[in-house]
């Protein structure tokens, strides 16, 4: 399908969505201000990023129904879609705005983080868990009637819910406040980023699709985590690799994670292959907002050749992804075609 309709289309429906709810409050009977406030919130936080994982639930589905352009669904089909799709872009939207409040962010996407705004701040508490509220009622509004609407609100609950055990481990791990090295492991990475990261980006959007599509077994369902879930570490892990060695011009940002304390893939491996002297190093010099300290930091990053270390692993769990996929059985509908299409998306990005 083509990329930039379907995302144009994708957009087009959210709006839409902004106005039901709107119905939904009114008939409530809560105050025309509560509106434009909840209104604002929605427009703010939810349809400025890339979209990729909302825009994975149509993708993931045209494939499965063997859809070769937009043209295949009917209207009524897509709208459905696309309210799972913004189901998750929603998800994606109250995490973003209370992590920028963990975090005390400044920007997200090119401008003011929500909480930073001077009539917000702390209200954006409570604007988080409207975002999160708004999956609900779209779900109840669109597929109350199926008779897999139990599977998707118990998908979304459990995907919330492994979502904020990862942000728990990682905020009493790498505090930016507080560089304790002696928490960080490759152990501890791994867990985080598969929970905070992998399950909702990557395990969620196909799984909502594949509900959609029919295609429900435990067999399927196991199939499709089965390399979704370590492509999701994969994708983390080269997030981590970028923000240390990626050139600012190429990845379109400035890498923060030695400064801010990041429990990332970069510094656990040099942890693990440190010499003593090196790792006294670390301890004086990670997770200071320093720009000498960073630079003493990746200067040993690179004398530990970790860039050459993560090009061996990118080359290993490629190769081993590839093999899950090509051993996917299809006789119930599933494809390994689905599969296929994300790995292709994150092999050798470079932003």
């Keep these: 399908m083509d990329k930039h309709q379907n995302k144009a289309k994708f957009l087009a429906v959210f709006p839409e969505l902004v106005t ?101 701040q702390d209200i954006a508490v409570n604007d988080a868990f409207m975002l999160e509220g708004a999956i609900y009622v779209f779900l109840k509004k669109y597929y109350r009637n199926e008779p897999y609407y139990v599977d998707l609100l118990d998908l979304f609950h459990e995907v919330t819910f492994q979502t904020e055990l990862g942000q728990l481990l990682d905020l009493i791990t790498a505090p930016e406040d507080h560089v304790d090295l002696s928490k960080f492991s490759l152990k501890k990475h791994s867990f985080i980023v598969t929970f905070k990261t992998a399950y909702y980006s990557f395990y969620l959007p196909v799984a909502l699709a594949m509900f959609a599509a029919g295609i429900n077994s435990e067999k399927d369902l196991k199939q499709a985590r089965d390399v979704l879930i370590p492509l999701g570490e994969y994708f983390q ?69 970790i860039d050459q270390l993560y090009l061996e692993y990118e080359e290993n769990i490629v190769n081993e992804l590839n093999g899950k996929i090509a051993k996917v059985d299809e006789s119930t509908g599933f494809k390994g075609k689905v599969l296929t299409a994300f790995l292709n998306k994150i092999h050798k990005r470079s932003k």
Excluded: H
């Design 20 to 120: 039901e709810l709107k119905e939904v409050c009114v008939n409530y009977g809560i105050t025309p201000d509560a509106i434009e406030w909840l209104e604002k919130n929605l427009n703010y936080n939810t349809p400025g990023g890339k979209l990729n994982r909302g825009l994975s639930v149509i993708d993931t589905y045209a494939i499965l129904k063997n859809y070769k352009s937009l043209e295949d669904f009917s209207d009524a089909e897509y709208k459905k879609l696309a309210v799972l799709g913004w189901g998750v872009e929603l998800l994606q939207a109250y995490f973003l705005v209370a992590d920028d409040m963990m975090d005390k962010s400044i920007t997200r996407r090119g401008q003011p983080c929500w909480y930073k705004l001077e009539s917000v």
């Design 237 to 305: 892990i080269q997030d981590d690799y970028l923000d240390c060695f990626g050139k600012p011009e190429d990845i379109g940002k400035i890498g923060t994670d030695i400064q801010d304390n990041k429990c990332s893939w970069v510094v656990n491996t040099a942890l693990n292959i440190c010499t003593p002297e090196q790792r006294k190093l670390l301890d004086e010099n990670y997770g200071r907002k320093d720009a000498k300290k960073e630079a003493i930091c990746k200067k040993l990053f690179t004398e530990l050749k």
